[in-house]
């Protein structure tokens, strides 16, 4: 199979071959007509640039990379929140140009704060996307303050060319929990994400918060740890059915935990909303499929991935001159069976 060359390309569209090179490197600097032109006859002839000479022309390598690192005894990068947020993450970008490569530490590697920004220079990366791994992270600060564009999702982070895109924890929390009072729920219980996380401990802080504004009483032993997890909301529902005095209502704050919940409900012979009400967090495809449906505050999971991408690809076109403000997304209540 013959690859076509930029200069068979030139020839066929009748410019210059410099002119090819600015249609797909610079674009803006060619007029539209000449554009549309030379794009038709490059399709027609099934040409595809050269990325590497791509690259050399516009010092952009259009590679972003995804940093995560979890702990990997847990199912971190299957779950459905965090898969729904890559899609998101990865459409918006593909629409922009840029491509997504997951960067994983390895054993191998020398640990050290400049651990991201090696492999940035080693992938020559235009830019960086940091997903909150709930550890403090030296490396991840190392990264921002290198100036290196870089969008830090869920958790805050400040640099010269450092942004980050989270949702209103507390005000969904807050949401939730005043959703269960007004279905006349006084004894409302929480099972919480993890403390480290940013969405953890925010939707807990909501959670106190919207107690205290209907003038309802914090009680600790109806607090109970979560990890968003499925296993870890079933394990916390059975803590708080083991109660003297069991809860009501359970604001649950991952919609993964919330199914462990009903789980743990129904096999312990309750039905929900009849005994127990239930509402969890994120609306993932899966809180619309068990039975009860599950009530539940919706993130803007298609926002997390269009503001990341677009806040990113402004500092590495240089459109954004400093960093661009933080992204804070609204939430909303999505009110199914289970309350």
Known sequence: MTVATIRELARLADVSVATVSRVF????????????????????????????????????????????????????????????????????????????LLLATSGSEIPGPDIYSRAVTRHNLDGVVFIDNGRQDPALHHLAASGVPCVSLDRPVSGPRATYVISDNAGGAR????????????????????????????????????????????????????????????????????????????????????????????????????????????????????????TTVAQDKAGFGTSAAAALVAMIDGTAGEAPPPTVLPTRLVVRDST
């Open 25 to 100: 490197n610079n674009p803006e600097v060619v007029n539209q007509e000449t554009r549309e032109h030379v794009l038709r006859v490059a399709a027609d002839l099934g040409y595809q640039p050269n990325e590497s000479a791509r690259t050399l022309a516009t010092k952009k390598s259009h590679m972003v990379g995804l940093i995560w690192d979890t702990d990997h005894r847990r199912p971190g990068w299957r779950h459905p929140f965090l898969q729904e947020i890559l899609i998101g993450l990865k459409t918006a970008l593909s629409a922009r140009g840029y491509h997504l």
């Open 175 to 294: 949401s939730a929990v005043a959703h269960l009072y007004a279905r006349g729920h006084g004894s409302i219980a929480t099972i919480t994400g993890p403390a480290t996380t940013r969405p953890g401990a925010e939707r807990l802080a909501g959670y106190r918060e919207q107690l205290a504004a209907l003038g309802l009483p914090y009680r600790a032993e109806l607090v109970v740890d979560g990890d968003f997890y499925l296993a870890g909301g079933q394990a916390a529902m059975c803590r708080l059915l083991d109660l003297d005095e069991r809860p009501r209502a359970v604001f649950v704050a991952g919609d993964e935990m919330a199914v462990g919940a009903l789980r743990a409900i129904t096999e312990a012979g309750l039905k929900v909303p009849e005994d127990i009400a239930l509402v969890g967090y994120d609306d993932i495809e899966l809180a619309a499929l068990v039975r009860p449906g599950l």
